[in-house]
């Protein structure tokens, strides 16, 4: 059965700063990892995809990567801004049948301005 | 535009009634689910759907139906509602195929079972 923790719980880092954010799953037997932004009674909006056969992806100040057989992704934001103030999950849809989705609980960014 | 979207948004019912929540993507994908995220903001999935056919069954009371009339829509019906089923429930699609699966999500619906 796929686990993904997501490590730190919550963070609050001053405007500006770079930060990493960790995922960790259980199930190497991937097809890719996606990282997600929550904002407060909001839906899900997808960052990042890493497909199971990729190390990395890039999308503007957001760096994701991937280490399948260590289990273990990262994201990173260069530069935060009060506006990346969010949650961030990770999420890992596993191979194999059916392709199953597991979530990680997220992790709750705060940047002060 | 909007590429999944359910409805209502919001939801404010009493305790035994029965009530329906709507999704609908108009992404083309052949593959949609249901997930529940509850008070400590854990997501869970409930089912999937693909090609209008339950591929993905949790362990979800009875009391909750899914019904995908087409590709395009997954409609959560829950039966008898008790006070544990308050939770935002968000439905998503994705299209089936090797590597990508990339999943887009609804803006999620917050039921409240008073």
């Known amino acids: 059965k796929q686990e993904v923790t997501q490590i730190p719980a919550a963070l609050s880092v001053p405007e500006g700063e770079n930060l990493v954010l960790n995922c960790s799953f259980t199930?190497?037997?991937?097809?890719?990892l996606q990282w997600f932004r929550q904002d407060p009674g909001k839906g899900l909006t997808s960052l990042l995809l890493?497909?199971?056969?990729?190390r990395e992806q890039t999308s503007g100040r957001l760096n994701a990567s991937l280490d399948k057989s260590s289990g273990r992704s990262t994201l990173y934001i260069a530069a935060s801004q009060p506006g990346d103030s969010a949650t961030y999950l990770c999420a890992v849809t596993n191979s194999g049948g059916y392709q199953k989705v597991t979530f990680g609980i997220g992790t709750k960014l705060q940047v002060i301005p | 535009d909007t590429a999944v979207s359910q409805t209502p948004k919001y939801l404010v019912t009493q305790m035994g009634n029965d009530k329906s929540i709507k999704c609908e993507q108009n992404l083309g994908h052949d593959t949609m689910y249901w997930y529940k995220q509850d008070s400590k903001k854990f997501l869970k999935i409930m089912f999937s759907y693909n090609n209008k056919e339950l591929i993905i069954n949790e362990t979800v009371p009875n009391r909750f139906s899914p019904k995908s009339p087409d590709k395009a829509h997954l409609n959560l019906h829950i039966n008898s509602l008790e006070l544990g089923d308050s939770a935002v429930y968000f439905c998503?699609?994705?299209?089936?195929?090797?590597?990508?699966?990339?999943?887009?999500f609804g803006q999620g619906t917050r039921l409240t079972v008073v």
């Open positions: 199930d190497s037997a991937i097809y890719n």
């Open positions: 998503a699609s994705s299209r089936l195929r090797t590597g990508r699966n990339e999943a887009f």
């Open positions: 890493i497909q199971s056969s990729q």
